[in-house]
């Protein structure tokens, strides 16, 4: 089955950077797209990025500009460059494929991995 695992959170000051990673297995990655998830406490998960399979990108409103999700599909690799970091991007964030569906990305995959936690200080 599917498998995802992510990397690189931590704790950031407001403006700061951090890069993501997430590794995938269980499937032929090249073919798929791919979407960055986040979930604050107490809130619904959110989509942050998504990757197509051709590398065509899609963002959220609240990151655009400032995000950057890639891949390499020789790692079975996706990536979220997070730059000029807001209090208000605090959450975990989680990796999954995804497809197209009408204007917006959901998830293929029912399950989720533990994601990577993100904490910005203001």
């Known amino acids: 089955q599917v498998q995802v695992a992510e990397s690189g959170g931590g704790l950031v000051r407001a403006g700061g950077s951090l890069r993501l990673s997430c590794v995938v297995s269980?499937?032929?990655?090249?073919?798929?797209?791919m979407g960055w998830y986040r979930q604050a406490p107490g809130k619904q998960r959110e989509l942050v990025a998504a990757?197509?399979?051709?590398?065509?990108?899609d963002y959220g409103d609240s990151v655009k500009g400032r995000f950057t999700i890639s891949r390499d599909n020789t790692k079975n690799m996706v990536y979220l460059q997070m730059n000029s970091l807001k209090p208000e991007d605090t959450a975990v964030y989680y990796c999954n494929p995804v497809r197209a569906f009408g204007s917006t990305w959901v998830p293929v995959v029912g399950s989720w991995g533990q994601g990577t936690q993100v904490t910005v200080s203001s």
């Open positions: 269980g499937m032929i990655f090249r073919l798929n797209a």
């Open positions: 990757i197509t399979s051709g590398g065509v990108t």
